[in-house]
C-alpha cells in the first residue's frame, strides 16, 4: 500500500510542514491517479520509467477504445487487435464490436493517441506514455510505431483477482535502449511453414522487436519463389519454398504490428542449392542437388572435424564470371521488389576458400586482377554485391566475415563469433565501430546454443552500462537472437526460440540497470503463459512430441522426468550430429529424440531452485514444498521400468535413475540437518553421485542437479553467468 508520508517525501523531497500535509491530502483526493514508486509489474521488456499508485481498473463490458487520428490506418488495425485480445483473455463481451471513425468516443476508457504515421524503419520513434487511472487508460505516442508498442504493455498489464479482470494503477514512459531488436530464422535447412512464421511475429511484437531476418537459403535448401530464375525454387527447395504472394502477405502481416522483415540471400558459401537449378554459377563443376555441406560418414574427434570443416572445398559461387554478376543483379531487383525493407542480406560468411583455390580458372583471373588470396577474393565478391545492393536502393548487410578496412561505411555488420579460439579470431563490435560501420550483436545470442534466459540476459557482448560516446552511440544499432535449423524443425523451433528470446528482448529494449535476474525469471514465466494463450504452439507441440513416444501410455509418466531435463548446451550436440549418417539428418528425417522435446530452460528447475533457496534460509513451508517433491521424484526411477523397450525413452532413462538417487540422498541430507549429523564419508559418497549423474546422456542434461547438491550440501551456489560451447 502507498504511505502518504511516503507520497510527501517523494513529491519534495524534503521535510514537510503540518500544513503542507493538509494540502497534499486534499490533492490525494482530487487527482484520480496518485503516481508514487517503481514497483513489481508483470511486463516484459521492462519500461524505462515505471511509477505506481493504489487502486484498480476494472474492466466490464462497458470497456471501449478510442483511436486518433482514426485515419492511421496501423494504429486503427493495432488497436482492434488489442480490442479482440482483451475481449478473448477475459470473455467480457465487450459492447464495442470493432473500432471505426464512427465509434470512436472521447469518453472511451482507453485513448490511444498517435503522432506521426508510417510503417516501422531503422530510426523510428518506438517511445510513448502510458497512464492508466481509475477510471481511463491514455496511451500517447509520437509515432504509429510507439503507439503499438503501448498496446503490448497494456495487453501485458491485464491481470486477475478474485473479483476479475483489472489493470494496476501506473504511470509510464517508455524507450528502446537500441534501435535494431531482430530475430533471425533459418527456414533453409529445416523449411519453416508461412503459420509457424506468423505465430513467431505475434510473439515478437508482443515482446517489442522489430525485425525479422529470414535466413532464406543454404545448402539444404532455397526457399523463395524467383520467376526470373524459376529453377532457384523448383530444383533447390525440394518443393519447400514461399511463393511471392505468400511473402508479400507476410511482410504485410508484420508490417501491421510494427515489424520489418529482412531477407538474406546468403553467398559466396551456403550455396549448394542455387546449383541445383544453375551449376554454371558453382566454381566445382557437377551435378547438384540440395544438401548438407559437409558429409563426414561416421563420429570423428571434434579437432578433426574442425580441420575438415577449414579444408573441405564445399560448394562455392564462381567470383571470377560477369554472368555471376549479371545473375544476381536481376535476381536482387526482383526480390527487392518483394521485400520493401531498406536492408539486404548478402550472408558472406563460413567461406574457406579451397573450392577457389583448386579452379584453375579462378587462380587465373586472381593473378590477372593483382588479387593476393581468397579472403582478398571475398572482399571482391563482396563489393560487386554491394554495388548491385546498392543500385537497387538497399543497405548491405552481411556476417562479420565481410568486414575489413576497405569496407563502405554504410555496410552493416552482424557480429556473431563467440570468444572460443578454435572457431577464429572473433570480430570486436568496437573495432567495426571505430571504422564507421553500423554493427548488430549476435555472438552471444545464439539460440540453438540451448543456453538458458539468464544467459542471454547477461550478455557481455552488449555493453553493461548506458554508451555515452555518440559515435558508438549511433553505430551499435542493436542486436539480433539467431534460431538456426540443423536440429530445429517446425515442430519444436517455437519451444526453441522461445520464451528465451524474450529475455534477449528485455536486453535490448530495457535499461542497462536492469538486471534482476529473479525478477526476469518471474516475469518470463508469466509471459510464456501469455504467449502460448496468444497462439504461440511450444506447449502443445511438446504434448504432441512426447506422445509420439509413449503412445498409448499416459505423457504424466514421462513429464515428470522431461520438466527437469535440457539439452546439452553449446555446439556438442550439432557437431555431434554432423557426424550421423545422411539418412539420420537429411531434411525429412524427423527430430524425435527427447532432447529435441524438452525445452531449453527447464521451468520446474527454476520453481525447485527458489524453494530449496528459501529452505537454506529457514523457511518451514518452503522445507514442506522441497520435502514433497523429493519424495515424488525418488519413485521415478521405479515408473520408468514401464518404457522398457522404448529405444528413445531409455536412451534418457539413467537421469531418472540419478533423480531417484540423488532425491533420497537430499531428503537424507534435510533429516541429518535437523540432528545436526552429517559425516565426512557420507558427504564424499554423495559428491560422487553427483558428479556421476552431471554427465550427459541422451544429449540431454539434468537440470536440478545443482539444487539437489544445495540440499546435500548446505550451500546453493550461483548459477554460471555462461556455459562452455564445446
Known sequence: MTSLNGLYLWINNEIITPDMKKLYILAAFCFQF???ATAQINVMPYPSSVKTGDGKLRLSNYFSISVYPSKDSLLMNGANRLLQSLNRKTSTFFLQEYITPESNDVESACQITSGKPGN??????ESYKLTITSNRITLDAQHSIGALRGMETILQLLSKDEQGFYFPLVDISDKPRFGWRGLMIDVARHFIPLDVLKRNIDAMAAVKLNVLHLHLTDDEGFRMESKVYPKLHQMGSNGNYYTQAEMKGLIEYARLRGIMVIPEFDLPGHSRSWFAGYPELASTPGVYEPGHRFIFNGTKPLPELIAMINSTATPTIDPSKEYTYQFLDKLIGEMSSIFTSACFHIGADENNGVAWKQNANIVAFMKKNNIPDTKALDHYFVMRMYAIIKKHKRTMVGWEELFNKNLPKDVIVQKWKPEVAMMGTPLKAETVIAQGNPVIISSGFYL??????HVYYLNSAIPKTDIADPAIKANLLGGEAAQWTEIADAE????????????????????????DIDDMYRRLNILNLDLDEGGLQHFANQDKELRRLTGTQDISQVKQLTDVLTPVRGY?????????????TNAIAPLNEVADIVFVDSRKKREF????????????LAEQAVRQQLRQWINEEQQWEAFKG??????VSVHAHNLSVLSAAALEAMDMRKKGSMGEDWLAAKKELIKKASVAAGDVELAVIPEL????????????AQYPLF
Open 448 to 453: 540453438d546454443h540451448h543456453m538458458p534466459a
Open 709 to 720: 547438491e544445495a540440499l546435500i550440501t548446505g550451500i546453493l551456489k550461483p548459477e554460471p
Open 120 to 125: 516501422f524503419q531503422q530510426g523510428t520513434d
Open 492 to 515: 519444436n523451433i517455437e519451444g526453441r526460440i522461445w520464451p528465451g528470446t524474450a529475455a534477449i528482448a528485455e536486453r535490448l529494449w530495457s535499461a542497462a540497470s536492469v538486471t
Open 646 to 651: 522404448n529405444t528413445a525413452l531409455m536412451a
Open 34 to 36: 496518485i503516481a508514487f
Open 609 to 620: 531452485r527458489q524453494q530449496v533457496g528459501n529452505y537454506l534460509k529457514k523457511d518451514s
Open 572 to 584: 556438442k550436440r550439432l557437431f555431434g550430429r554432423m557426424s550421423k549418417s545422411n539418412e539420420e
